[in-house]
């Protein structure tokens, strides 16, 4: 499996921005897509984006379509995510998460990072 550690996050004053990263190591990471994924305080986990190994083919939530950008750097085994416009709502614990398959379905992601906190003021 391939090891992920996510950074990046903090907190942000409504309208901020935001850079995660997620690093990967161990066995390598080509031909999986990654994926980036959300748990807000008291809810269930959610899809945010995910990204093809060649990086040509992305897809985002309606939720976040417009204001986050997720791109990767094989070259550094690094996955990015660019938090644009951030809104309180945004508030959440973000994971990158690889999958050997195209999917939005956290079922489908193998490997998980440990997560990283971005909270959103008003």
């Known amino acids: 499996q391939v090891q992920l550690v996510e950074s990046g996050g903090g907190l942000v004053q409504a309208g901020g921005s935001l850079r995660l990263s997620c690093a990967a190591s161990g066995r390598t990471w080509s031909g999986y897509t990654m994926g980036w994924f959300r748990q807000p305080p008291g809810k269930e986990r959610e899809f945010v984006a995910a990204i093809t190994w060649s990086g040509v083919m992305t897809k985002h939530a309606a939720s976040v379509k417009g204001r986050f950008t997720t791109s990767r750097d094989n070259a550094k085994n690094t996955l990015y995510l660019q938090m644009n416009s951030l809104k309180p709502e945004d508030t959440a614990v973000y994971y990158c998460?690889?999958?050997?398959?195209?999917?939005?379905?956290?079922?489908?992601?193998?490997?998980w990072g440990q997560g990283t906190q971005v909270t959103v003021s008003s």
């Open positions: 998460a690889a999958s050997r398959s195209w999917s939005f379905v956290a079922a489908d992601f193998a490997s």
